[in-house]
């Protein structure tokens, strides 16, 4: 049942199970959701026996925990004969009586104590259930009175000779991926050394570098997209357009795109999968500006000349004219239909100069506008785009300078 926005599935069977990805749709095009992923989460019980352990003193001894199916995998921790936990807060280490927690579950006496002496359980929890749990049988723990010299425990990095740590157990939080190395433990002690190494390799799940943007394109036109992600595995990049799968576009991290729609370029790898959505949006090509636009001036009269558009969506064109002083955005607009290349303009100041624009418009809007144009006072002579120096003016000066430089010569 689907309901503002929200999914909700009632009487969840494991058929439920599975990834669920939220579309949204309008004129435009399809948005995509990341994905939720809805698992079954279940919880078996323990199927062992009560046990009694020997162990000398000063000697090492792992306790099995062998934990229920369950999902997600289930979260295993101890607790000893007065049900109080063993390791706090989250922790996997007890140093004051030498237990550790392996990735297993196990529970792992370093160096036997007759403190250790007693009975421990461990308790089986899903993360989807907290509530709920399940216990194993009492195990119980017989330490033989002998002590062996403790050991002391270092820890060194491969890549990084600054560090260092201390104790049976290495505890690395919130790893990250340049934490990727080769460790090495090293046990001393007044009977001897020993030395391990073990290497840690960081998976990470995707995460963006580079995510495609919203673009606005001319009709006719294409733009690229562009997305890179990170992670390890590296993901694997798919591409989708409103929702729908691009197959040829699998693998590549820049495509072509032309069509007004949502493109969703989605990221994945064994710990999961990103999606962005990026709108391309396209609008109608501008016209073009007309070209070769000249203006003369006879007394309150102008003229406006332009060579005729070829698009055959021209409707006509627009001459925007203002006075020295003015300003563009007030100017006055006279329209000619598309087939007109010229027009008057009357009753404009005698002694004043002033500057002219043309631009063409269709069903689609105005194009682009021309070149300011000069238009000056009717005895200014000739009348360009504004920066254009007058040939006419050049040649004059030219000839000028050459009648001077000949009188003095003679």
Request: aromatic share 8%; net charge negative.
């Amino acid at each position: 049942m689907v309901t503002a926005g929200e999914l909700m599935v009632q009487r969840a069977t494991q058929t439920d199970v599975g990834n669920y990805t939220c579309l949204a749709s309008n004129e435009f095009g399809t948005a995509v959701s990341n994905p939720a992923q809805v698992q079954f989460s279940y919880l078996s019980i323990f199927q062992d026996d009560a046990k009694r352990y020997p162990v000398n003193e000063s000697s090492s001894l792992v306790l099995p925990c062998e934990a229920p199916s369950g999902h997600p995998t289930p979260i295993i921790s101890w607790t000893d004969g007065d049900d109080q936990p063993i390791f706090a807060d989250g922790s996997s280490w007890n140093a004051d009586h030498n237990l550790v927690q392996d990735g297993e579950g196990n529970l792992v006496f370093l160096q036997a104590s007759l403190s250790n002496n007693g009975t421990y359980k461990c308790t089986a929890s899903v993360s989807a259930r907290p509530d709920y749990k399940t216990f194993s049988a009492i195990q119980t723990i017989s330490v033989i009175s002998g002590k062996v010299p403790k050991p002391t425990v270092t820890w060194t990095r491969l890549q990084d000779q600054s560090f260092s740590d201390h104790g049976p157990i290495l505890s690395l939080r919130n790893v990250q991926q340049e934490q990727e190395d080769v460790y090495t433990c090293t046990a001393s002690s007044s009977s001897g050394q020993d030395t391990a190494t073990t290497s840690l390799h960081v998976e990470v799940a995707p995460f963006w570098i580079i995510e495609p943007s919203d673009t606005t394109i001319y009709e006719g036109k294409s733009t690229s997209m562009t997305c890179e992600a990170g992670g390890e595995p590296a993901p694997v990049l798919t591409w989708m357009q409103n929702g729908e799968h691009i197959p040829e576009y699998d693998g590549r991290s820049s495509v072509q795109v032309m069509d007004l729609k949502v493109y969703q370029c989605v990221a994945s790898n064994t710990h999961g999968e990103i999606i962005t959505n990026a709108f391309l949006n396209v609008t109608a090509a501008l016209l073009l500006a007309p070209s070769n636009v000249v203006g003369t001036r006879e007394g309150t009269d102008m003229e406006v000349q332009w060579s005729l558009l070829t698009s055959a969506d021209v409707i006509g064109y627009k001459v925007l004219y203002w006075p020295e002083g003015g300003s563009e955005n007030d100017a006055p607009v006279k329209t000619v239909d598309k087939n007109t290349d010229r027009i008057t303009i009357n009753d404009l100041k005698k002694d004043t100069t002033y500057y002219v624009r043309v631009k063409g418009y269709s069903s689609k809007g105005d194009g682009m506008a021309s070149r300011e144009l000069t238009v000056a006072k009717p005895d200014q002579g000739q009348n360009l785009p504004r920066g254009v120096a007058s040939t006419i003016t050049q040649s004059v000066l030219l000839v000028h300078l050459t009648l001077l430089v000949t009188f003095h010569l003679l």
